[in-house]
């Protein structure tokens, strides 16, 4: 059984289309993120919701919006994407982000390719 | 100046050998320390976390420098299933967010 998975896993597109990853936890936990792996390796937290909340926003562009329908599920919309939307992006979730021990278990990520 | 920094290495080792990798952060409110581990084209997974007192996980150890904000990893007898980036990644007190170091590349040969 998968803990953190991601859908897609590859995603091919277009410059100025609309698209979707769709992310699920099965662990129970409280808290999922969004982070981007760019071309230089750099992962980068996007976005953070504790209980369907959001509490992180890292200077996002407005294209990008996270919506948390249930706890175990945080889904990103990309609008009008852009060339240097291409990147690997890596949906993770932890138990409680305030314990201090506490690290993430991270999804398979999803390969987009803006062209 | 980065929040996490890392030697990108690569650090190209025979198998059995032992390696160290460093790491050092800027942040003296950092809270939680962490080496996580990449294959390549894989999602990161958490390694050990690092203890203040240095901690050790069969081959691996981990040791925190708090007064000089530095972390580090040494990997005895190195098996080519070693061959990964390594990932520093630190959490600030009352923050949710893990910074993530940019990695640094080890390949083991046999």
């Known amino acids: 059984d998968t803990a953190v998975s991601q859908t897609p896993k590859y995603l091919v597109t277009q410059m100025g289309n609309d698209k979707s990853i769709k992310c699920e936890q099965n662990?129970?936990?409280?808290?999922m993120y969004w982070y981007k792996q760019d071309s230089k390796k750099f992962l980068k937290i996007m976005f953070s919701?504790?209980?369907?909340?959001?509490?992180i926003n890292e200077t996002v562009p407005n294209r990008f919006s996270p919506k948390s329908p249930d706890k175990a599920h945080l889904n990103l919309h990309i609008n009008s994407l852009e060339l240097g939307d291409s990147a690997v992006y890596f949906c993770?979730?932890?138990?409680?982000?305030?314990?201090?021990?506490?690290?993430?278990?991270f999804g398979s990520g999803t390969r987009l390719t803006v062209v | 100046r980065k929040e996490v920094e890392q030697d990108p290495g690569p650090f190209n080792v025979p198998e059995g050998a032992t390696v160290a990798f460093n790491c050092t952060y800027s942040?003296?409110?950092?809270?939680?320390f962490f080496w996580y581990r990449q294959d390549c084209r894989k999602e990161p997974k958490l390694l050990m976390s690092v203890y203040s007192s240095g901690n050790e996980d069969g081959r691996f150890t981990a040791q925190l420098n708090r007064a000089s904000q530095y972390i580090s990893l040494l990997i005895r007898d190195s098996k080519l299933s070693d061959s990964a980036t390594y990932l520093c990644?630190?959490?600030?007190?009352?923050?949710?967010?893990?910074?993530f170091g940019t990695g640094t590349r080890l390949q083991v040969f046999p």
């Open positions: 990644v630190v959490k600030v007190v009352n923050t949710d967010k893990l910074i």
């Open positions: 993770a979730s932890s138990q409680d982000w305030s314990r201090v021990e506490s690290g993430y278990t």
């Open positions: 919701y504790n209980n369907k909340e959001l509490i």
């Open positions: 662990l129970g936990h409280d808290t």
């Open positions: 942040n003296s409110a950092s809270q939680s």
